[in-house]
C-alpha cells in the first residue's frame, strides 16, 4: 500500500533563512553565500564549502557544530543526521513534525545548494577502480533527494549555472522563492541524482563485464534544445552522455548556425565512417546524406580524396555532410565551398581553411581533435513502443577479418583493395546496402532497399549517372569490387553487381544457397571472398 499524503495546504512562498551549502564544484559558492549574507541568510557548510567561505570572510556555521558530530571516515560521514535531514525533510506546517523539531533541537534548512564527487570526469578519465569507487557520493545525493522531495519548503540547487535565477528569484520576492521555482528546481535535482546514478550503474557493468544488467538506464546531460526534431512538428533536445569518443558530441562549432536534429544525426554518421580510415594510411572524405554515404574515397591528398568521394553522386551531395579524416587545409576547404554543404566536420582546420569557410557564414564547421576509434567497444540505444534496445557497437574492421576465397579465381592485390573498402563503406550503409569500389572510391552506393537486387540496381544506376556527369564512355562499376554488407540469399544479387561490371566480391557467405552463388562468380571468372562477419544496419 502506498504511503498516504497528509494533504497539508502548500505555502506560495517560503523566506530562506538558513542555507546549507555543500558543493565539490566550488565555482561561483563564495559570491553565493556572500549574496545570501547580504540577505540575511544564515549559513551552514562543510569540509571544504566551509573553509572557502570562512576565509572570505563571511559568517558561516560547520555542520558539525551544530550536529555535535565531527566529520569521520575521511569526510565519508558528516552530513548523514538527523539534525540535517530532519531539517531539510520537516514539513513546517505539520504539528507533528514541529514538535519532533523542537525536541531535538531542529532547525529548518530552507536552501540546499548542493553538488556531487565528480564521478562522471574520474570514470571518462580512467580512474582505477578503488578511485572510482571513492568519487561515489554518499551524503551529497541523500541531501539532494531529501530537500527535493520536501519542495514544498526547501529549495534546492545541484548546479552554478543556476545561481543567477535563484537570486533573481530572492531579490525580486524580499529573499523568498515561490512554489514554481521550488518545483523546476526539485524536478532538475532529481534528473541530476537520476543521471549520476545511472553513471555509476553503467560504470558497474562495464567493470564487472556485465554486458546486459538486470536494469539498464541511459542518462544524459541537455546540451541544447533543437528548434525541433526530424519534422517541424516534432519536439527535440540534444543530451550528452559524458563519453569522450571523439565525434559530433564532443566536436566544438567554429562557425555557423545551430546543427538541427537532422544535422547531428547526419553529422555523426559521417564521422563514424571516415574514422574507419587512419590519417596515417592517407586522407579520406565521406560525403553523407540522410544518414547515408553518397560518396567514400581515399585521395592522395585531402582534396583529391573529397574530389573522388563527390564524382560518386555529386547531385545527392548537395546539401550533405562531408566528413574529413585529416587537417582541413586551404584547398580542399576551396573545392567544398563551391558546393552547398551544410556540415564539414574534421580532426582540425588550418587558419586558412577557416578564413575561406567564413565567406560561408551559415556553413557549420565542427573539429573534433581526432578521429573515433572503430574498434572502441561501447553500446548504441534506440527506443522501440514500450522499450529500450541496447547493445555492444558494430566496432569489427574489415582489416581483423579473416577473408576466405571461395571462387576459383583469386582477387588480384588491386581487387582486394577495393573488396575491403567497399566492405568498410557497407558497415555504415543502410540494409539492404551494395557498395560498388574502385580504385580507392565508392563508384555506386544502393541503400536501404527491401531487395538486395534492387540496391546492386540503384548502386549501379548511380554510376551510370555520374559517368555521364563526367563525360566517360562507361560508369566506373566496369572493373569494380562489389560489397554486400549482408550474404546473397540467392544468386541474382550476385548477377545484377556482375551486369553492372563488378570483377570482384566480398560478402559475408553463410546462405543455404551459397554453393549456388559461388558457381554463379565461378562462372563469370569473378573473384569472391567470405568475410564470415555481416554489418546489418537498420
Not at 52 to 67: E, F, M, Q, R, Y
Not at 376 to 386: D, R, W
Request: aromatic share 6%; glycine share 8%.
Amino acid at each position: 500500500m502506498a504511503v498516504q499524503s497528509k494533504k497539508i495546504p502548500v505555502p506560495e512562498r517560503v523566506k530562506i533563512r538558513t542555507a546549507l551549502l555543500s558543493v565539490f564544484d566550488k565555482t561561483g559558492i563564495v559570491d553565493l553565500a556572500r549574496d545570501l549574507d547580504t540577505m540575511g541568510v544564515r549559513l551552514l557548510s562543510t569540509g571544504g564549502t566551509f573553509k572557502a567561505i570562512k576565509a572570505a570572510g563571511l559568517p558561516v556555521t560547520d555542520v558539525s557544530d551544530v550536529t555535535g558530530f565531527p566529520e569521520i571516515m575521511d569526510g565519508r560521514v558528516k552530513t548523514l543526521h538527523p539534525i540535517v535531514h530532519g531539517g531539510l525533510l520537516a514539513i513546517r506546517d505539520d504539528e507533528e513534525h514541529q514538535a519532533a523539531m523542537a525536541a531535538h533541537g531542529i532547525t529548518g534548512i530552507d536552501l540546499a545548494v548542493i553538488n556531487l564527487y565528480p564521478f562522471e570526469s574520474v570514470r571518462a578519465a580512467g580512474g582505477d577502480y578503488p578511485t572510482t569507487v571513492e568519487n561515489i557520493d554518499i551524503g551529497g545525493p541523500a541531501m539532494i533527494r531529501a530537500s527535493a522531495k520536501n519542495h514544498a519548503y526547501v529549495t534546492t540547487v545541484t548546479d552554478p549555472a543556476d545561481y543567477a535565477e535563484l537570486l533573481d528569484a530572492l531579490k525580486a520576492n524580499d529573499g523568498q522563492t515561490d512554489y514554481a521555482l521550488r518545483q523546476r528546481f526539485a524536478a532538475r535535482a532529481y534528473a541530476r541524482t537520476a543521471a549520476y546514478d545511472t553513471a555509476i550503474s553503467n560504470w558497474f557493468a562495464e567493470a564487472l563485464s556485465i554486458d546486459m544488467p538486470r536494469n539498464r538506464v541511459l542518462g544524459g546531460t541537455l546540451k541544447e534544445e533543437m528548434r525541433y526534431g526530424e519534422n517541424p512538428h516534432q519536439k527535440a533536445g540534444f543530451y550528452v552522455t559524458g563519453d569522450q569518443r571523439p565525434g559530433v558530441a564532443t566536436a566544438t562549432l567554429l562557425q555557423g548556425k545551430q546543427l538541427s536534429y537532422n544535422n547531428i544525426n547526419d553529422t555523426d554518421a559521417a564521422f563514424e565512417l571516415v574514422s574507419e580510415f587512419l590519417p596515417e594510411n592517407g586522407p579520406a572524405c565521406a560525403i553523407i546524406k540522410h544518414a547515408n554515404p553518397c560518396g567514400v574515397a581515399v585521395g592522395k591528398t585531402l582534396v583529391d580524396a573529397y574530389r573522388r568521394a563527390l564524382a560518386c553522386d555529386s547531385v545527392s551531395a548537395f546539401g550533405g555532410i562531408i566528413a574529413l579524416n585529416q587537417t582541413l587545409d586551404a584547398e580542399t576547404a576551396t573545392e567544398i565551398v563551391k558546393l552547398f554543404t551544410e556540415v564539414i566536420i574534421a580532426p582540425d582546420v588550418s587558419d586558412e581553411a577557416k578564413a575561406i569557410i567564413a565567406a560561408k557564414p551559415n556553413l557549420r564547421l565542427l573539429v573534433t581533435g581526432g578521429l573515433a576509434d572503430p574498434r572502441a567497444p561501447g553500446l548504441t540505444a534506440k527506443t522501440v513502443s514500450g522499450g529500450l534496445l541496447v547493445q555492444s557497437r558494430d566496432n569489427l574492421v574489415v582489416e581483423d577479418l579473416d577473408l576466405k576465397v571461395v571462387t576459383k579465381r583469386a582477387p588480384t592485390p588491386a581487387e582486394l583493395d577495393d573488396m575491403k573498402l567497399a566492405f568498410k563503406i557497407a558497415k555504415h550503409v543502410k540494409s539492404n546496402a551494395v557498395i560498388y569500389a574502385k580504385d580507392g572510391q565508392a563508384v555506386g552506393i544502393g541503400a536501404g532497399q527491401m531487395s538486395r537486387v534492387d540496391s546492386a540496381r540503384i548502386a549501379a544506376m548511380k554510376a551510370e549517372d555520374a559517368a555521364k556527369a563526367m563525360g566517360l564512355a562507361e560508369p566506373l562499376t566496369r572493373g569494380s569490387a562489389v560489397a554486400s554488407e549482408a550474404f546473397y540469399p540467392f544468386a541474382d544479387g550476385l548477377l545484377a553487381a556482375i551486369a553492372a561490371g563488378a570483377t570482384a566480391v566480398i560478402q559475408p557467405g553463410g546462405s543455404m544457397r551459397d554453393a549456388e552463388v559461388i558457381a554463379a562468380a565461378d562462372e563469370h571468372n569473378v573473384a569472391m571472398v567470405f568475410t564470415g562477419i555481416r554489418h546489418f544496419r537498420h
